[in-house]
């Protein structure tokens, strides 16, 4: 089976999750047996051509300028250029089975496909504007997406979402029929030794906190649903325990947050490290005490994942698909959305009881293995294939 997969991010290009998942459920679906082609745009920078594995190319097509457009224009003008592009691939490599697409920003261009080579289309729904909006669609760009991504659940065969809170957003915000989604949870693959010996794992950690110090680890996107403001405001009730907090990572809330630090008096408590790549992630979840996600919106929750896999506590809000990822008092600790108190908390109750915090640490590392392994994903996925594909056979565009 031949898939076309159609994503806007994909390495070196990654501003969130859904970059990542294609990265990494493209080689796992080879590893099955699956032919794989990638088709993304050419942002930042990565071969035009890319062979990842047998069976698995990656194609980065460059995207024509848009001046003057807004994003969601933006987006509809290069949409005419990845489907230009797929046309003339299909060409070359042969016919592809089917078309799965991810997110809005790729969806006028597989329906289109869709349509121009009658074979199946399939979705991954990574998230919602309406949800990052707290169920509000603030401005006409937001409509616009909204708009698209209704398109993408109509046009598609199946919908794969990563939860069940996803399930029922696509339910409710685009009226896409319950026996039309299937739930299949993002995978996390175990990383590497990352410390050969303690003595560097100790430096490593020196140049975010002393020795003396608890440290409390927050990586991600920079923006208002993360619930960041959440976190610092309960800050001073956790300082006081010789705690320093380290935020990493880029967005639209940076300034907005550094300023509530700043006037909170939390300038020598709160680090903002800015930009950290993958290595130096994993190794401050090696170190941290504990990581905390206070999200407001959260589909899934890859960033559990993580700490999961490097067997750092974890503290997380009860949004969305984090509730489902994390069992409360068993893998990590849970605190309710929005709620300043319960989440000083429940990173108190981490640092006063490391031992517990260690035995949920230890429940979460086996149950990554166990649950959330890329090949157990890529064998969940296969299975919504195949069934699309044996439907569509049996249907008038397969005669």
Not at 191 to 220: M, Q
Not at 240 to 263: C, F, H, K, N, W
């Amino acid at each position: 089976m031949h898939v076309l997969q159609l994503s806007w991010e994909f390495p070196p290009h990654v501003v969130g999750g859904m970059g990542r998942h294609v990265a990494e459920l493209s080689p796992a679906l080879v590893d099955a047996g699956m032919r794989v082609s990638v088709l993304t745009p050419q942002l930042h920078g990565g071969p035009t051509v890319e062979e990842w594995a047998s069976g698995l190319r990656v194609y980065r097509i460059p995207i024509s300028p848009a001046l003057g457009a807004d994003y969601p224009h933006y987006v509809t003008n290069a949409s005419r250029d990845l489907e230009r592009a797929a046309d003339r691939l299909r060409d070359s490599l042969g016919r592809f089975d089917l078309i799965h697409a991810h997110d809005w920003l790729t969806a006028e261009a597989a329906g289109r496909l869709k349509h121009l080579w009658r074979i199946p289309l399939i979705a991954t729904i990574h998230a919602t504007e309406r949800g990052r909006g707290r169920g509000i669609l603030n401005d006409r760009a937001a409509q616009q997406i909204n708009d698209q991504e209704w398109l993408l659940t109509y046009e598609s065969w199946r919908v794969i979402v990563c939860s069940q809170f996803m399930a029922q957003q696509v339910g409710d915000y685009f009226q896409t029929p319950a026996d039309k989604v299937d739930v299949v949870p993002n995978g996390m693959g175990m990383p590497p030794r990352l410390f050969a010996r303690s003595e560097e794992r100790l430096a490593f950690r020196r140049g975010f906190a002393a020795d003396n110090e608890r440290l409390i680890f927050y990586v991600g996107r920079v923006v208002y649903e993360k619930g960041l403001q959440i976190l610092i405001a309960a800050w001073p009730q956790i300082a006081p325990v010789g705690a320093r907090l380290v935020i990493a990572g880029t967005g639209s809330y940076l300034d907005a947050l550094q300023s509530q630090a700043e006037s909170a008096g939390l300038n020598g408590r709160v680090r903002f490290t800015g930009f950290l790549s993958d290595e130096d992630r994993d190794k401050i979840y090696h170190v941290a005490d504990a990581a905390v996600f206070p999200s407001l919106y959260e589909p899934f929750g890859m960033v559990a994942l993580e700490a999961f896999a490097a067997g750092c506590p974890l503290v997380v809000s009860d949004a969305g698909g984090l509730a489902e990822v994390v069992r409360h008092g068993k893998t990590g600790l849970i605190a309710p959305a929005d709620d300043v108190d319960a989440l000083a908390a429940a990173v108190l109750e981490c640092l006063y009881r490391p031992d517990e915090a260690r035995i949920r640490a230890n429940a979460a590392f086996l149950e990554v293995r166990h649950h959330y392994a890329w090949d157990r994903i890529a064998d969940s996925t296969i299975s919504v294939y195949r069934r699309v594909i044996a439907e569509w056979q049996s249907s008038d565009w397969g005669k």
